[in-house]
């Protein structure tokens, strides 16, 4: 036993050497990974160990049992290290923020592995020959499991066709049960250790108006969190962006964020989500009393990929894409768990826009550019002089005076001159109307767009299900007009992205496990035989997650991928000695369950 488990500490501090050779760095994610593989360097030491006590007991000598023990166990535990190092590899192949994201764990885990075998054939052999060997096994606990096992094996190899029937409906069931009960998403944000208050003031607040309404808010933020839980909180006035800074920050006066900061959550007993509860009831108040625009929590935490909801209505007809946008609004607002709603089409300040009559304009010998001239030489000015001074130019400029207190009859009373020499006053040929223009204006892909956020209340709904709702809702309705195009991205884009890599990833490792166990056995019906426990073990990680309550996430979608490899081991090792039984003593039932029997023991011991 001390022998299998000195693999473990063998196995990572060889990594340690080799990961710098990997450009690999010790965090999170690389320690998750070892953690994750701790558990499988040790079987292959246990298969090997448990072979060559085996032979011990049957009364061989410690070099005969090691050398035979090594050459029957070498090539199915080098194929079993190999299928795991193969499904964690296909990992390599996923792309976006994911594929960054997990792309150390495949390169832990070979490394780990491959170590681990070098030390279970080259290393374990020589500690195990001479360890002394009892003629009865003091477990005798695993002896009375064993002969069970072997009992009911034979009963259930006189009845195969049932069992197969009975196993094939129970596994039926598993999956119906799972794909009707689960819920799928990209990430779950369970108990996060920071979150944000999102503050809008009304259109026209001046900065320092809404920093002195902030204050308010942060009180009530900091009486709810508990001393116990409170790390720090910050607030940043004129912007909202709680996924990082951009080069909008700080265009909008009537904006603010605070972002509250809280122990992690193993140093702290309340959740961030019972404080976010508390808090709510709060600011709605506060909202109705100091007439705030907005004042919501936006939950941060967990992959920066975006928005739970992020739709983009994209399109240069101003009148198309305001009428969809207030359709995707509304037909969001009405979907249950979706919360924090929010469009980019923000109304900025109001404006004269001067509406021109061109056929009177061309009538008195005028253009467009004529008029935009002089109105900017007029309030912006124009340099028609410099002198020197001393080593400075002067500039002299001409513009109106007392420009900022002139009315809108005034402003129509500015003459233009035409190319005759004559004064023509603007009011002769346009008039002023009153717009509210869009505080930002935005493009994607040279077009100009609308994006509407929302977040979700992952108890009642998902990212994949509103989506689906929304594209259900509206895909059928754009395919009718050729000058608007929706884009869903955020969360739902990752996902797409992901599941592309997901898929391939699936195939590759499906068909590189079996192309591999063809080798090994040189036979193309004994690899599905091996391959077919992988449907049992994805029908019980996903039940166990439903008995847990949690949904499937993609991330336990790539453990799946890395538990196809691990799973097949027991079984490349339990065929492979069932193989050489039959070859020794023949083709029966007796000797089929004597057989597996010798190998229940290691089998246990490495699950």
Not at 14 to 38: C, E, P, R, T
Not at 355 to 377: C, H, M, S, W
């Amino acid at each position: 036993a001390i022998w299998c488990a000195f693999g473990i500490p063998f196995s990572i501090f060889g990594g340690f050497i080799l990961f710098k050779l990997f450009n690999i760095n010790l965090n999170i994610i690389s320690l998750s990974a070892i953690i994750l593989v701790v558990g499988i360097i040790v079987d292959d030491a246990i298969v090997i160990t448990e072979k060559i006590y085996h032979l011990k007991q049957q009364g061989k000598s410690p070099t005969d049992a090691t050398i035979q023990g090594v050459k029957e166990m070498s090539l199915p535990v080098t194929a079993a290290i190999i299928t795991s190092i193969l499904a964690f590899s296909t990992l390599f192949f996923l792309p976006g923020m994911m594929g960054k994201f997990l792309f150390s764990i495949p390169a832990v885990v070979a490394i780990l592995l491959t170590i681990s075998l070098i030390e279970s054939l080259l290393f374990i052999p020589s500690h195990i020959h001479n360890a002394k060997v009892s003629k009865t096994d003091k477990a005798k606990w695993m002896n009375t499991l064993k002969e069970k096992y072997k009992q009911l094996l034979q009963k259930a190899l006189h009845k195969r066709k049932s069992v197969i029937a009975l196993y094939t409906t129970i596994l039926a069931i598993l999956l119906v049960l799972s794909f009707s009960l689960l819920k799928f998403m990209l990430d779950e944000d369970v108990d996060p250790d920071y979150f944000a208050v999102i503050i809008e003031t009304q259109q026209g607040t001046s900065l320092s108006k809404t920093e002195s309404m902030v204050p308010v808010i942060e009180k009530a933020v900091y009486s709810t969190i508990p001393k116990e839980a409170f790390k720090s909180f910050s607030t940043q006035v004129g912007h909202h962006n709680v996924s990082g800074f951009s080069n909008l920050d700080g265009q909008y006066s009537n904006w603010a964020v605070i972002t509250a900061y809280l122990k992690p959550a193993s140093l702290r007993r309340t959740q961030s989500e019972e404080i976010m509860k508390v808090l709510k009831p709060k600011l709605k108040t506060l909202k109705e009393k100091y007439k705030f625009k907005r004042l919501d929590i936006s939950l941060l935490g967990g992959l920066p990929v975006g928005k739970a909801v992020d739709v983009k209505i994209i399109s240069n007809n101003d009148t198309l894409r305001n009428t969809y946008e207030k359709k995707y609004l509304s037909y969001i607002k009405k979907i249950k768990g979706v919360n924090n709603i929010a469009s980019n089409n923000i109304k900025g300040k109001e404006e004269l826009r001067l509406k021109i009559d061109f056929n009177k304009l061309a009538q008195v010998g005028l253009t467009a550019l004529d008029v935009a001239q002089t109105l900017r030489i007029a309030f912006a000015g124009t340099v028609i002089t410099s002198i020197r001074k001393g080593s400075e130019d002067i500039d002299f400029r001409l513009s109106l005076k007392n420009k900022t207190k002139y009315s809108i009859s005034r402003v129509l009373d500015i003459p233009v001159a035409n190319k005759q020499g004559g004064m023509i006053a603007i009011k002769h040929f346009a008039t002023f109307t009153k717009n509210t223009s869009p505080a930002t204006i935005h493009h994607c892909g040279g077009k100009r767009c609308v994006t509407i956020t929302g977040d979700i209340n992952e108890k009642i709904t998902t990212s994949f299900e509103v989506n689906k709702k929304l594209k259900a809702a509206f895909d059928a309705k754009l395919a009718r007009h050729s000058g608007i195009r929706v884009v869903y991205s955020g969360q739902q884009e990752e996902m797409d992205s992901s599941m592309k890599g997901f898929q391939l990833s699936f195939f590759l490792v499906v068909l590189s496990i079996f192309f591999l166990l063809v080798l090994l056995f040189n036979s193309y019906i004994k690899p599905v035989l091996v391959m077919s426990i992988i449907p049992f073990a994805i029908a019980g990680a996903f039940i166990t997650l439903v008995i847990h309550g949690r949904p499937l996430i993609f991330i336990s979608l790539c453990g799946l991928l890395g538990l196809m490899g691990v799973v097949v081991n027991d079984t490349i090792v339990m065929i492979t000695h069932l193989n050489n039984t039959v070859w020794s003593k023949g083709f029966n039932f007796k000797n089929i369950a004597q057989g597996a029997a010798d190998r229940f023991r290691p089998v246990v011991l490495t699950t």
